[in-house]
């Protein structure tokens, strides 16, 4: 098998001239279409039935509904197939509705089958017979005929198919089709068949809404809500909210209202409503609650976007969002719920004025539903205000007796109703004390304090939460501060080890937990996920800090020291096999604590804290492991500050090894900004130049900093050898960014001493020797040195896929081996290196996707390179589709001007040129030239300099020299060769 693993690839190769009647070549695609959809979707359904029959399917369904709810919300199952399993008519499901991919998502989710070897995602290998190693087979094929773009199929390659796909469905129980089979095998064939083309052109856009996340296809994210009979005195309100977004003309409707008034339960309801099929419109719901940055708000806006939560925080989620807006087709409302933490920060206007960008590039397709207390005004940005008011004492009786659940009649509602200034929060607080206390010992708490409840509803709300507290138990009560502990949402586990702070004996912490539950203090939005209202929140430290200070403060450390030693075991399974995404969308779940938490944990190491010294020590084995895992998940400039504060608490006298791994660490911070800095556009030149050489700068000095401290304590280092390897790839690669060809063996000596201690002191199968080859076979590519690198690349790949299985890292090597076969190719004689190149370089793209939903930036070059590959070996049409979709990665990834854009669609047209499509290639040479102008970007700088020219110089009146200065120097041998092909870009 080919690098890659890439199996059965369907041909996308030039056909020739097209005839009048199909070829037999034709008809073999599709008589494998019609096997795959006459037979294949029967055949899964006919498997899924043996285990959830029509009897049973829909009691089935209904217990798993809050999973495939989850599935919903990512965007695994559409809405057009949640109609299926869940009729809006009210009749029962029928299996014979669902499609390939929910019977496959079904399958996968509510039957107890073991996933197959290489999982359920992957071809299986072909000695796998097992059912769950066909039903995947069957969904591999079905992708695999969705990519391509002609149906011609090889005779040789159609009986090696034909036959795997039929074993597959005689394996699922379908031995009694094996003579309809046969006789479809030779039907003959009716091209306009429109079942055929129409269920093939659904799998295309639907494979295509799975791999470049187009936006044009979004489902709606919503949050869990309470039916419409639950949801007392806001049903004008609702539908006010709703006929105003409707209508097309408002831009912002903001719900407005006083602390509990229920603007939340209103969002939740108004997102559903809204997001109902006959309304045409997709929504996203948004969590803003305690996002107080425009990074956290922004974050929060963009994982409502995608089917996954993004694991990746990009450097600037401004310019994702805008890139994602101008792309959709559709009518799209954002609900932003709770959005005053950041619309009362000192981000507001840059917040306000990204709203205003969305809408403008999404050519007035996005529109707001934003909660706040306050309103705002923008002129760019018109609003219309549904202010909630407190309930009519009628609305307020009938929420009481309600929320007053098992209470049978109630003879002072009314008093108790005025007592709660009819406001929704303080009555659903009350409600269910009822329960356990006399309306006249509520009556007496909540009569303790005069207060005038017309002037401030916030005292009536707060006077409901402190009758409550008062009426906890001493655990209840020592609970409900502890809680105020957390930063948004927490889970069980964190609740759990805050608890151990209570001074009651014997209590069951859980149980007390759950109590708050029962009396509205705290909510429960997800199961064993807990949060407070902000209001409640608020109350809860207040209260803490005056009267329970100690308790608090005891919560706060056992909090940090939960949060840091589960993200030293998010990092150690970020480096385990095939866990690289499960371990980043852990950290996504908590990312408001363990952002927090972090710079606690630093502040309480800067103030000799040995609490949280001696309780997070965990986080400082294989420390570098553990920083390179948080590079991943933290926003580049809170990573940078979280490194620069944790430097300051050690010591180079007593801990030498820390400060060397900091520094190092921090050095390729300063190198990464020095690289952006270089396709940046947003820097004057005379300030770029000023911020580059200061990057560099601080780059050299933390490295030879780092190199003094390693020789001065060398002793140490031996005793860790992960810390001695990192230092040494560290200033291996450090030497290599300075290009200086005397510095070539100095770089040897240290990747070599890194090897040696990889060998004798680590694993061999550890993730940082298969680091220390790949950054080896790098510089030996540099220096061409073509056997080595080969050599290194290839044993660096090997280690990363034995002991790390689909990860960035992994997928990084792969790319790496295509660099390296891309620039051999036309230089070493013998195996074909494009046709290598390729299968490593589809291989890299399919694993960036499967790690990042849509793609990465990572992958952004490796597209272009892949189509260049294509390029040359003339199969244009692949090589076409990959360029659109590096194009496509590089609008929702990067910056609106950009080095990498450039050179996607200079390369571009230098295909569209070779095809004949002359204007199309003048247009888009056009588009990246002038791109690089504002970039002061010169040709002479650019890596396809030679067949831009070569372009350009035959079309001068469109290109004048004074518009666009070719910089060409004499032309040798070296430059005429050049022009005959496009360069590749190293994708590192």
């Known amino acids: 098998m080919a690098a890659g693993g890439i199996s059965f690839p369907i041909s996308t190769g030039h056909c020739g001239p097209s005839v009048a009647g199909p070829s037999e070549e034709k008809t073999n695609g599709t008589r494998l279409t019609r096997l795959l959809i006459d037979e294949g979707t029967e055949a899964l359904r006919k498997f899924f039935d043996s285990f959830h029959p029509e009897s049973t399917l829909q009691h089935t369904l209904k217990n798993n509904r809050p999973k495939l709810e989850q599935l919903k919300r990512k965007r695994v199952i559409f809405d057009t197939q949640w109609e299926n399993l869940f009729p809006s008519s009210g009749k029962p499901p029928n299996s014979k509705e669902f499609d390939i991919t929910l019977l496959h998502v079904l399958l996968r989710e509510m039957v107890h089958l073991k996933a197959p ?31 391509s773009v002609s149906t011609v199929v090889p005779n040789d390659e159609f009986e090696v198919k034909w036959n795997m796909i039929s074993l597959s469905l005689e394996v699922l129980e379908v031995a009694a089709y094996r003579k309809k089979l046969q006789s479809l095998k030779s039907a003959t064939i009716d091209h306009d068949a429109r079942l055929v083309e129409e269920e093939v052109e659904q799998w295309r856009r639907e494979k295509e809404l799975e791999k470049s996340g187009n936006v044009s296809e979004l489902c709606s994210c919503l949050p869990d809500d309470r039916p419409e009979e639950h949801i007392i005195g806001r049903g004008e309100q609702i539908k006010d909210i709703k006929d105003k977004v409707q209508s097309g003309i408002v831009p912002v409707v903001l719900i407005t209202g006083g602390p509990g008034f229920g603007k939340t339960t209103v969002a939740k309801r108004v997102a559903c ?87 403008k590039h999404s050519k007035k397709h996005v529109t707001f539903v934003i909660t706040t207390r306050t309103t705002f005004q923008n002129p760019d940005l018109p609003s219309e205000e549904v202010m909630l008011h407190p309930l009519s004492k009628e609305q307020a009786k009938d929420l009481l007796v309600a929320e007053a659940k098992n209470v049978q009649e109630l003879s002072q509602a009314e008093r108790i109703v005025d007592l709660c200034g009819c406001v929704p929060l303080a009555l659903c607080i009350v409600g269910p004390l009822l329960s356990d206390y006399t309306e006249e010992i509520l009556i007496e708490n909540l009569e ?134 499960e371990s980043l969308s852990s950290f996504n779940k908590d990312r408001s604590n363990f952002e927090h938490f972090l710079g606690n944990y630093a502040r309480g190491r800067r103030e000799k804290d040995e609490e949280i010294m001696e309780g997070s020590q965990t986080l400082l084995e294989s420390f570098p492991q553990k920083c390179m895992y948080l590079e991943k998940c933290l926003h580049p400039k809170n990573y940078a500050q979280i490194l620069e504060q944790l430097l300051d608490t050690f010591d180079s006298n007593n801990q030498p090894v820390h400060v060397v791994e900091l520094l190092c660490l921090l050095g390729h911070e300063c190198r990464k900004k ?16 000023k911020c580059r050489k200061k990057d560099q700068k601080k780059y050299s000095e933390r490295m030879e900093t780092a190199e003094e401290i390693y020789r001065l304590n060398a002793a140490k280092f031996r005793e860790n050898p992960l810390s001695e390897v990192y230092f040494h790839n560290s ?109 490593y370089y589809k291989a890299a793209i399919e694993m960036f996707d499967d790690l990042v939903e849509g793609g990465s930036k990572e992958s952004i070059l490796t597209l272009k390179n892949c189509a260049i590959c294509n390029q040359k070996r003339r199969s244009f049409d692949e090589a076409m589709n990959l360029f659109k979709k590096a194009e496509q990665l590089a609008e929702r990834e990067l910056e609106e001007k950009h080095e990498w854009k450039v050179s996607i669609k200079t390369t571009w047209a230098i295909l569209h040129d070779e095809m004949g499509n002359t204007d199309k290639a003048k247009e888009m040479m056009l588009e990246g030239l002038s791109m690089a102008k504002k970039l002061k970007l010169s040709i002479e700088k650019m890596r396809n300099k030679d067949p831009i020219r070569s372009f350009i110089n035959r079309y001068p009146k469109e290109f004048p020299e004074t518009e666009f200065p070719r910089g060409e120097k004499k032309k040798g041998k070296k430059e005429i060769r050049g022009k005959k092909k496009n360069c590749s870009e190293d994708s590192q």
């Open 674 to 689: 020095d690289q952006k800095k270089q396709t940046s556009p947003n820097l004057f030149v005379g300030k770029f130049g």
């Open 273 to 359: 409503e809204l997001a109902k099929a006959e309304n045409k419109r997709i929504v996203l719901f948004c969590r803003l609650l305690r996002k107080t940055t425009f990074n956290e708000a922004t974050m929060e806006m963009i994982n409502s976007c995608h089917k996954e939560v993004n694991t990746q925080v990009p450097e600037d989620p401004r310019q994702k969002l805008i890139n994602w807006c101008k792309q959709i087709q559709n009518q799209v409302t954002f609900v932003l719920d709770n959005a005053d933490g950041v619309i009362e920060s000192e981000d507001r206007e840059s917040f306000l004025d990204c709203l205003c960008d969305l809408r």
């Open 731 to 839: 200033y291996a690669r450090y030497l290599s960014d300075k290009k200086d060809p005397k510095e070539n063996k100095r770089i040897e000596k240290e990747t070599q001493s890194a090897l040696d201690v990889s060998v004798t002191s680590l694993c061999y199968l550890h993730p940082e020797t298969a680091a220390t080859l790949l950054l080896s076979g790098t510089n030996a590519k540099r220096r061409k040195q073509f056997d080595t690198a080969t050599r290194q690349l290839t044993k660096a790949l090997e280690l990363f896929k034995r002991c790390l299985g689909e990860h960035f890292m992994t997928a990084e090597a792969l790319k790496a081996l295509a660099d390296l076969f891309f620039f051999l190719d036309g230089k070493a004689e013998g195996e074909d290196n494009l046709t290598i190149c390729i299968d």
């Open 117 to 147: 070897s290489n999982g359920w995602h992957k071809m299986p290998s072909d000695s796998d017979e097992s059912p769950e190693a066909s039903i995947v087979r069957i969904k591999c094929y079905r992708n695999e005929l969705c990519h």
């Open 448 to 581: 303790k304090e005069p207060l005038d409840i017309l002037e401030d509803d916030q005292v009536s709300v707060e006077k409901a939460i402190e009758t409550s507290f008062d009426l906890l138990t001493e655990a209840g009560q020592e609970a409900f501060v502890l809680m105020s502990t957390f930063k948004g949402s927490f889970d069980s586990g964190a609740a759990e080890a805050v608890m151990k702070a209570c001074s009651v004996p014997g209590i069951r912490h859980m149980s007390t937990v759950r109590s708050l539950k029962k009396r509205s203090l705290i909510e429960q939005p997800s199961s064993r996920r807990y949060e407070m209202h902000p209001l409640i929140h608020s109350y809860a430290r207040k209260i803490g800090q005056a009267k329970h200070a100690d308790l608090l403060a005891r919560g706060e450390k056992l909090a940090c020291v939960y949060f840091m030693s589960r993200l030293a075991n998010n990092a150690e399974l970020y480096w385990k096999r095939d866990s690289c995404k």
